[in-house]
């Protein structure tokens, strides 16, 4: 069972954005699958460096968005994206480095995180861009 059913109660209306959180969702559920059955150090830590990559790439694609756009919450919407990633390097590190292993607190942190990021902050952008004609 994934640790993220994705749900529609989490699209914020931009088509490419909802993709992105989409595979998100896929790579945090394969993390927790990796843990879930015992995979070893280097499936895991694969699995957690293409979700660090990711999650960089996906917030460079918002972040282009609010700039162009003039998004009036981009400094604070960039704030919450370089906590995570700081965050999330910081465990991929620890990980990588043999201090610290996949544990279930670290799954339900990037859960969390993820889905309170988007039906939050994300949620908030949906009518602005919308109006920009961003679907």
Same mark, same amino acid.
């Given at each position: 069972?994934?640790?993220?059913?994705?749900?529609?109660? +989490?699209?914020? @209306?931009?088509? $490419?954005?909802?993709?992105?959180?989409?595979?998100?969702? *896929?790579? &945090?559920?394969?993390?927790? /699958?990796?843990?879930?059955?015992?995979?070893?150090?280097?499936?895991?830590?694969?699995?957690?460096?293409?979700?660090?990559?990711?999650?960089? +790439?996906?917030? @460079?694609?918002? $972040?282009?968005?609010?700039?162009?756009?003039?998004?009036? *919450?981009? &400094?604070?919407?960039?704030? /919450?994206?370089?906590?995570?990633?700081?965050?999330?390097?910081?465990f991929a590190n620890d990980f990588n480095n043999g201090k610290t292993t996949?544990?279930?607190?670290?799954?339900?942190?990037?859960?969390?995180?993820?889905?309170?990021?988007?039906?939050?902050?994300?949620?908030?952008?949906? /009518?602005?861009?919308?109006?920009?004609?961003?679907?």
């Amino acid at each position: 069972m994934p640790l993220i059913n994705w749900s529609e109660n +989490y699209s914020v @209306s931009v088509k $490419e954005i909802d993709s992105q959180h989409k595979k998100l969702v *896929e790579l &945090i559920n394969n993390l927790h /699958e990796g843990m879930k059955h015992g995979k070893g150090k280097e499936i895991l830590g694969g699995v957690l460096n293409e979700l660090v990559n990711y999650t960089a +790439y996906h917030f @460079s694609f918002e $972040e282009k968005l609010f700039d162009k756009y003039v998004y009036p *919450e981009t &400094i604070h919407h960039k704030r /919450e994206h370089q906590k995570l990633v700081e965050k999330v390097k910081s465990f991929a590190n620890d990980f990588n480095n043999g201090k610290t292993t996949v544990s279930i607190d670290v799954m339900n942190f990037l859960k969390d995180w993820l889905i309170n990021h988007i039906q939050g902050s994300d949620k908030k952008y949906s /009518e602005f861009f919308n109006s920009n004609g961003i679907y």
